[in-house]
């Protein structure tokens, strides 16, 4: 059995109300499943609502004394923010297979997050759910990371405070990280807040990190930012031209932005291949859109990336002739 984690401010199971008891509230939840069993029919359990008041005060003050008696590697967490319409059937779902492309010796990815928000509202109301939820998140991360800790290391609680973090939003669950990372740096979070940012077909301005936007200074809080695009990705056309926003980040890539370790990659020629067993539905559909599920050369590329591979060594990446950092992802041979 395998066991990964869900923090969620939406009701589970789900109720009329999406909202349970507000978007600043949060629980974590974890999610006990057979990777060989039948898909969506593990266990959820709520562990504990998230204390908002956690503070500094409370960190082990001997964390280095404890961590040198018995050294031990810390745990590589994946936090992955799903996007629009996604329940928490799709959602548990979306852990499974995230456990099957990551959670399997390619990556150092040991246990997943799922950040669950409420998602299923219309559009706009959805939309304004995703910002809100990432200011709260951020203003809660200290607590939520301090809860987990101890769910992951119970036995050794003083290992949690030097996991380190890893992070892929799809689709709206942009909104989430971009609003989270904003607030965060606001806050004062430190560089190393996370290992690697993954942005994947971004419902986000295209110019999200421009001088005065919310990602303009993402190298603040992360090592390097990986954004994923692809030119014929139907629901974010739909999306701008339904809303009058600009272009979607998700779309072109980011046309502007300052920091030395922020990387486009463009699948548009990559295809659906070997669909792993636990997609939801919602994921087949030929949009363009689901490609970080559904397209093995992304996962491929993205195991890469979570291993820290150097943008312009990693496999099937053709570098842009005119734009730094721009590359062009073709399908394995």
């Known amino acids: 059995m395998t ?53 500094e005060a409370e960190r082990d003050p001997n964390l280095f004394e404890r961590f040198w008696e018995n050294p031990t590697a810390p745990k590589n967490i994946l936090i992955h923010i799903h996007g629009f319409q996604n329940d928490n059937e799709i959602a548990i779902e979306l852990i499974e297979t995230l456990h099957s492309h990551y959670v399997n010796g390619h990556t ?16 706009e109301q959805s939309r304004s ?80 990190f421009s001088e005065g936007n919310l990602l303009a200074d993402v190298e603040l809080v992360c090592n390097r930012t990986h954004v994923y695009f692809d030119h014929l990705d139907t629901i974010l056309a739909a999306s701008a031209v339904g809303t009058g926003d600009k272009i979607r980040l998700g779309q072109i890539g980011p046309q502007a932005g300052t920091s030395k370790e922020l990387y486009a990659v463009d699948v ?41 591979v150097q943008a312009n060594n990693i496999p099937a990446r053709i570098q842009h002739p005119l734009k730094e950092n721009f590359f062009q992802l073709n399908d394995l041979i």
């Not at 600043?24 to 204390?51: A, M, R």
């Not at 997050?113 to 409420?118: G, H, K, Q, R, T």
């Not at 203003?139 to 050794?156: G, M």
């Not at 070997?274 to 490609?291: G, K």
Request: aromatic share 8%; proline share 7%.
């Open 3 to 55: 066991t990964h984690f869900i923090v969620s401010n939406r009701s589970w199971p789900e109720s009329n109300e999406e909202i349970a008891e507000g978007l600043e509230t949060f629980t974590l939840y974890s999610y006990e499943f057979d990777p060989k069993g039948k898909c969506g029919n593990g266990k959820v359990k709520p562990l504990i609502k998230i204390d908002s008041n956690f503070s």
């Open 108 to 123: 150092p990815i040991e246990k997943i997050v799922l950040v669950a928000w409420p998602s299923k509202d219309p559009l």
């Open 129 to 208: 759910n995703a910002e809100k939820t990432g200011v709260e998140f951020a203003n809660q991360f200290d607590s939520i990371k301090h809860e987990l800790n101890r769910a992951i290391h119970p036995d050794r609680p003083d290992l949690g405070e030097i996991s380190k973090y890893y992070v892929t939003a799809n689709s709206m669950g942009n909104r989430v990280i971009a609003n989270f990372v904003h607030t965060a740096i606001q806050n004062g979070a430190h560089h190393n807040s996370f290992e690697q940012l993954i942005l994947l077909a971004a419902d986000l301005d295209h110019d999200v």
């Open 268 to 308: 548009t020629l990559t295809k659906p291949k070997d669909s792993p067993t636990c997609v939801p539905p919602l994921y087949h559909s030929p949009l363009h859109h689901f490609y970080s599920i559904m397209n093995k050369s992304v996962v491929t590329d993205i195991q890469n990336v979570l291993r820290g």
